[in-house]
């Protein structure tokens, strides 16, 4: 297994796994920019506009910064706490009837474990960004 972590595709492919649900996200709201505007509409978030471009910029580029490798920590961190917000925005499973309830408190139990994730990430890349030169000088 040794061998196979070592290599910088597996790095790549790790990455862009965990991102997946950001990049996604992001993608979609790009794609169909009105009904990322009908979701910030529905949870409250007005002006719509300006909290899809944000969510947009914040899902993007935090996805980019990881899956490049560049700044890793910072994409982590931005999207750790970008999760953290959605949970009393948009899975407010304490003031739902069953059995959305259950299902939303299963929602935040997920967010709680890729927040977990994600600080793994800031920790371990912000480490290696005091010591290694940027992805491009780095060959990655």
């Known amino acids: 297994m040794e061998r196979i972590f ?3 595709w597996f790095g790549v492919i790790a990455r862009v796994v965990l991102t997946f649900m ?4 992001g993608l979609a709201k ?3 920019f009105s009904a990322g505007m009908a979701e910030m509409t529905h949870f409250g978030l007005e002006p719509a506009a300006f909290f899809n471009v944000a969510t947009i910029v914040v899902q993007l580029g935090g996805s980019a910064l990881i899956i490049l490798n560049f700044h890793a ?4 961190l931005a999207l750790a706490v970008f999760t953290a917000a959605t949970i009393p925005i948009a899975h ?46 780095a060959g990655i």
């Open 6 to 8: 070592a290599k910088n």
């Open 22 to 25: 950001f990049w996604a996200s």
């Open 30 to 32: 790009s794609i169909d």
């Open 73 to 76: 920590w910072a994409g982590a």
């Open 92 to 137: 407010t499973f304490w003031t739902m009837e069953e059995p959305i309830r259950t299902i939303e408190f299963y929602v935040v139990v997920e967010h709680i474990s890729i927040i977990g994730a994600l600080l793994v990430v800031a920790w371990a890349t912000s480490r290696k960004d005091r010591s290694t030169p940027a992805p491009a000088q």
